[in-house]
């Protein structure tokens, strides 16, 4: 076979049947052998950043790996920020790259698309970037690409081929998919760990995406609950324990200071799947426990922002598993029930942050009543979000996507669109500003192709007006940041797609039921705080 049919055979045999990509002069030949293989799933974007957006999301969202097709050089570099994203929020996306003639790879003779040392490009945001030079090493390299995803820490792997190998044909095996498993932790350091959480007096624990990824939410509940532990998150991990048990408090996000009182009756605390990024810490600040047990997948985690006593490398269901084990075949004191002492806290907080939020409040309580418990809500960095994200509920792993790490805009609409593709059944909704928005709006042509169902609550405030108020923060005026923005109902009506603008609360609510009943993407343009605005 050809070297395009290898990739397309390959992805289909290790169950990758769903590719997000574009067309272009170099990787034609993937193109036509996905002409001759119905197992593996096509969906045609309008910009290579939203085709990785999408296959970005659904990753997060069904908790597979995402893969996306782009041409060489400007089609791999338009996909560079949505990669980088991935990368930075432990993502597994495939990302499969064609290349110039191999004759001329490095030669710099002025070929169409060229870009020196295209490889090096992807390495700084991928746990690998690999060019194949042989048809027969395709299905290889892309069955090496997948274990290591699943096995070790969910990050982008690049996967180069030059147009001559795509076109090439020689005798090719294909590799089927192969159950894979991660690594639980070393027996000693379950046994230290298990020392240290028993001897906690007020055991904290903080859940970060690692336990996402791993599906550790049913260990790390019960664990818990054994410990009567209240439960913090990164943004990552939001959702890693049901936002309405009594033990869950939420993320530690920066603008929140009211979960302090959580942080310092502890004297114990176990992170899960965390990194300890900025954002959550208050830049280091946060005065956690100083006995801190630490599980992580990636060694090179442990103790890198905060000092552990006991640190454990290894998947976070598999250790947290070894850990329940281990303290099963001991005598647990049983602690006493706290429940009812953590709603009360609870309340208070979440009273604290409705004065704080009075304008926000109920915009966002009638967002969350109206969507369904399971439904994946993608978000991206507007001010809506930076404000209420401590009082907005989510219930399930895998239904609250944002771009946490590297923070790019534009993020929400594309990776919905993946996560309704990943998880047909299931709501999905996008939430962004405005300015987000306009990044990767012709994506919109993409929803209305395939009438994809996906509502996007756009805030309308006519600014990036979260840049705005940190330039009033630091300097007392502002600068480039007011917008020209079209009608986004005509917008919306232009593509074939629906469009409707509210006022209210009330009638927020009901645009979004009608939305989920459509059978294509709607806008729902909320002005914030625009003309004629009442929320």
Known sequence: MSGGQAVVRS??????????GIPGAHNLHIYDALLDCPGVRHILTRHEQGAAFMADGY???????????????????????????????????LSITS???SRYIGKGKGILHELEDQLGVFESITAQSRRLTAVSRIPEAIHSAVKLMRTQRPRPVHLEIPEDVLAAVDEVEIVGEEECEREGSSPAAVEEA??????ARQLLIYAG???????????????????????LTSGMGKGAIPEDHPLAFGPVWSPRV???????KADVMLAVGTRFTAAFTADWTLPFPKRLVQIDIDGGEIGKNYPVEVGLVGDAKKTLQQILQSLDSKEVTPRPRRLAEMQELKKRMRQELRLRLDKEWPVMEGIRAVLPRETIVCADMTMFWVETLPLFPVYEPRTF???????????SFPAAIGAKVACPERPVVAVCGDGAFMYTCQELATA????????????????????????????????????????????AESFGACGVRVGDPNELRVAIEKALQADGPVIIEVPWPGEGAKV
């Open 258 to 264: 009211d979960f302090l009182e959580v942080v310092q």
């Open 59 to 93: 990753a997060r969202a069904g908790g597979r790996i995402g893969v996306c097709l782009t041409v060489t050089g400007p089609g791999l570099t338009n996909a560079f920020t949505a990669i980088a994203q991935a990368y930075s929020d432990s993502s597994p996306v």
């Open 11 to 20: 992805l289909e045999a290790e169950g990758l049947n769903v590719v997000f």
């Open 209 to 231: 995406g690692g336990v996402i990824s791993s599906g550790a939410s049913p260990e790390l509940l019960r664990l818990a609950e054994l410990f009567q532990a209240p439960v």
């Open 194 to 199: 298990v020392r240290c959480l028993m001897e």
């Open 99 to 101: 290349q110039i003639d």
């Open 401 to 411: 996507l944002f771009p946490w790490g590297y923070g790019t805009i534009g993020f």
């Open 448 to 491: 209305v192709k395939y009438r994809i169902n996906v509502p996007v609550i756009l805030f309308n405030d006519d600014c990036y007006a979260n840049i705005r108020f940190q330039q009033m923060e630091h300097f007392g005026r502002c600068s480039e940041v007011d917008l020209l923005n079209p009608d986004f109902v005509k917008f």
